[in-house]
């Protein structure tokens, strides 16, 4: 089984785009972030044509997220359970607000449970969204482990969007990042407090070492002067991980006129 994970950056904008990626790489799975459309904005049709069932969860033009099935869609849940809310007109008043947004999508495709997440980018150190961002991952932590504790042998994909750079290899320069948000330290503890609890970052050992980035800022000429950031991950529970034989960035999904500005992430996995 193929699974993928892509930020498109606006579903409408890329459709092409993500229906060539499928049909060139066989994709079985892909879950999709940055939607940036309603349910009646999104395009099903072009999904349908192309085999595949889709469950979209967005309602504006902010967030949104999706994965789109050709091995079966079912137990589509919105929200991870525990999600924080985010308030964007509530001034200081950010955490704990009752607006869970368009942020975590779950289904169950072909036996493996995947969720296609959007993680808060924090926008700055001293922003309120940042300590959302915090919570909303400390909050993805407790839930993943209670799943794993549940069901030690299931097959679970935390897959998306991650907002975070784990390491020094994941930017093209640390100097650049420092005291800025993706890079700190807070972040870095957070998506290890997820890998500890024993989902995998699966794509690594296919891809070590520095330079392999999933997002260029579209300014600045980041694509072209090979400056980025690994930021987009399939994390994996222990009973998927175990089956994973291939892993790779689609970096030429990069490339070219209305590129988003992320690559898609493509792992294969045995049945």
Known sequence: MRIATWNVNSIRSRID????????????????????CRDDQFP?????????????LGVNQWNGVAIASRVGLTDV??????????????GESLLGAPVVESRAL??????????????????????????????????LRRTGEQWLTADPAAKIALVGDWNIAPTDD???????????TH???????????????GYADVMRPFAPGPGVYTYWDYTQLRFARKEGMRIDFVLASPALAAGVTDAMVDRQERKGKGASDHAPVLVEFTD
């Open 106 to 139: 779950g289904a169950t495709c072909g036996g493996i449970r995947v969720w296609s997440l959007y993680v808060p980018n924090g926008r700055a150190l001293d922003d309120p969204h940042y300590r959302y961002k915090l919570e909303w991952l400390a909050a």
């Open 17 to 36: 785009r993500v229906i060539g990626f499928l049909d060139r790489h066989d994709v079985d799975v892909l879950a999709i972030q940055e939607t940036k």
């Open 77 to 90: 849940e919105a929200a991870f359970p525990g999600q924080p809310g985010f308030d964007r007109d509530a």
């Open 44 to 56: 099903f049709e072009r999904f349908d044509e192309a085999g595949y069932e889709v469950a979209h």
């Open 183 to 197: 890079t700190s330290q807070p972040e870095r503890d957070a998506f290890a407090a997820v890998v500890d609890t």
């Open 170 to 180: 994941d930017v093209w320069s640390p100097e650049y990042f420092e005291n800025r």
